[in-house]
């Protein structure tokens, strides 16, 4: 899969029927469409906020126009489920956000 100037390797498993990527190392899991505005969430995820930069987002998967997300330690209060956010223009809804204590 091509996303910009990368090449995105898809891995296929069991578990997920349309397989995962590791992106900036964010776990995506892939549904029919393979929407890349996923990976574009990624690298914009806050960006302004050095202190939530890649360091709690583990997992996010996209299907239907909304999004779920998966936080190391604590969910952003502008992640939390229920809300929405603008992905490349559109808003997406925060199906199912949670957070893991690895």
């Keep these: 899969m091509q996303y910009k100037d990368n090449e995105i390797e898809v ?5 997920h029927e349309y397989g995962w990527s590791k992106y900036n190392n964010v776990y995506v899991i892939w549904d029919e469409d393979y929407d890349t505005r996923i990976l574009s969430f ?6 302004d906020n ?5 360091d709690n987002l583990i997992a996010c998967s996209e299907h239907k126009g ?3 997300l998966m936080f190391y330690g604590f969910v952003p209060f502008e992640y939390a489920k229920g809300k929405s956010i603008d992905i490349c223009g559109d808003s997406w809804y925060i199906e199912k956000s949670f957070y893991r204590n690895l």
């Design 11 to 15: 891995k296929k498993s069991s578990k």
């Design 42 to 47: 990624i690298d914009n995820y806050d960006g």
């Design 50 to 54: 050095e202190k939530y930069k890649y």
């Design 66 to 68: 909304s999004i779920m």
